[in-house]
């Protein structure tokens, strides 16, 4: 409806003028039809219609030029999709310590020290912990997972290693 100095930038008023036709510029069935008189279906002037569609179309050939094909992202799986496609049933969550050491069914792991999400992070206060449980699953072959449900190696700990 027109550009008013001072509210948009110089960018979205060049972006407006390469996406849309000022009323000014539309035949009177398309103004009848932006403010509601009129018919849409009133016979109009022939030669103003056929003077809008070639400017309409003009404006969509310019517009597949500005169109750039994005790549495909492969979305990112959340937690509860993870935890869908790992086809988990049941478990348990166990808690633990700060050395990396937890225990299950009786025997005591430790979480291998290649899986960084459970080594602290010094901050201000400091040391933070993000992760401090562990998920087990499969009783008869244990399988453990984090807390984003991404597995994780372990080891199996005694007391005097």
């Known amino acids: 409806m027109g550009h008013t100095h001072g509210i948009e930038t110089d ?7 390469k996406r849309e036709i000022p009323a000014s510029n539309c035949p009177s069935f398309v103004e009848n039809l932006l403010y509601a008189s009129g018919s849409p279906t009133d016979p109009r002037d022939k030669e ?8 309409t ?4 050939a310019k517009a597949e030029t500005y169109e750039t094909q994005r790549p495909q992202r492969k979305r990112k799986e959340n937690k509860f999709q993870k935890y ?3 086809g988990i049933r049941g478990g348990e969550w ?7 050491v937890f225990q299950y069914q009786g025997v005591r792991y430790r979480i291998d020290e290649g899986e960084t999400q459970y080594q602290p992070v010094e ?6 912990y993000d992760m401090d449980r562990i998920l087990a ?9 984090d807390m984003n449900y991404d597995r994780v190696k372990v ?7």
């Open 155 to 161: 080891n199996r700990f005694d007391s005097h290693d």
């Open 94 to 100: 166990l808690r633990v310590d700060t050395d990396g």
């Open 84 to 86: 869908l496609n790992l």
């Open 11 to 17: 960018y979205k008023r060049v972006m407006h003028m």
């Open 123 to 128: 901050t201000e206060l400091g040391l933070l």
């Open 137 to 145: 699953t499969n009783p008869n072959s244990p399988e453990f997972y």
């Open 48 to 55: 103003e219609r056929a003077t809008f569609k070639v400017l």
């Open 57 to 60: 179309e003009s404006l969509d």
